[in-house]
């Protein structure tokens, strides 16, 4: 994937594994009952002496009698337990949140992972992906690496796990650009791909905040690649789904490569509204081959939990 002239065809892709949901029947056996028959019956009370037959059935009785509060009291304690263990497992689940949000840095209207050093240009045009695993890298592990050798083993490890045979003008796709992050920044990351502009930017600035890992961003129909560093909210996504961003900040790696005076990419951390962001982050589309993300709004997060 790299930034094109106008009229090439170019791209920038995982398809989420699919999870097949198997299910299985469970049969239930039926067990026969005996049947006690009139004549046996009759020959076993014929047998019986009277004063045996009594004290046979009040011991009987009282054998049942043990056996019912026997019962009651395991049928108690086990109603207990259940109890006792949903009420465990709720409370814990209500928990996890406010624990996990307390180990993130205070909420303060905003986060924004860029600092000074992690920039750099991409090398070639068809680069971009590249420079972004270079940037994300150097925020993640707090380096300042700018070289051009990173790059290229970068761009070659992603175009070798492509999701679709491309030609090598048209750089990586979604899926390879994601295998790249897995590997080289952290293994959380995969391809996202939202049927509209605000699913896809909820769902990056929440996953952005919950794992305090950029995100990138798929711009220009998939022609280019972006870094996502920050952004601003009316509430922290960390615990609430009710917020509206109201500002990003994004980084494009041409910035360098192309004319100071016109191109595609802005000057680094630069600060985008809601809507200018939804100029340049557009549907996926790719003229050669139909994707799977066809149409889509295509971002590749790290995601929260795994």
Known sequence: MYARHRGQVATACDEPAGLSDGRRSLGVKGRRRGRLGFADAAWKSSTRREAGQDHFDQGRRLSGYHLVMTARVRLERLAIAAVIAVLTAGFGTLARPASAAAALPAWTGGVNLY????????????????????????????????????????????????????????????????????????????????????????????????????????????????????????????????????????????????NSSFGYDMAPNTRLTRDQLHHFFTPWHYARIHMWWEGDYVSIQPLAGG
């Open 115 to 258: 600092r000074s050093g992690v920039f750099t240009t991409q090398q070639t045009w068809r680069w971009c992906t590249a420079a972004d695993v270079q940037m994300m890298r150097n925020i993640v592990f707090h380096q300042q690496d700018h070289s051009r050798d990173s790059q290229w083993r970068y761009y070659g490890y992603m175009r070798n796990h492509n999701r679709y045979d491309l030609p090598a003008a048209d750089g990586v796709d979604p899926a390879g650009w994601a295998a790249g992050l897995r590997h080289l920044v952290d293994s959380r990351y995969h391809v996202v791909a939202k049927a509209t502009f605000a699913e896809a930017l909820h769902a990056a600035v929440r996953n952005l905040r919950k794992t305090q890992r950029p995100v990138g961003l798929l711009v220009a129909h998939g022609d280019h690649a972006w870094v996502l560093t920050g952004f601003t909210a009316t509430a922290d996504p960390a615990v609430t789904n009710r917020f509206s961003v109201t500002s990003v900040r994004v980084t494009g790696p041409l910035w360098g490569l192309q």
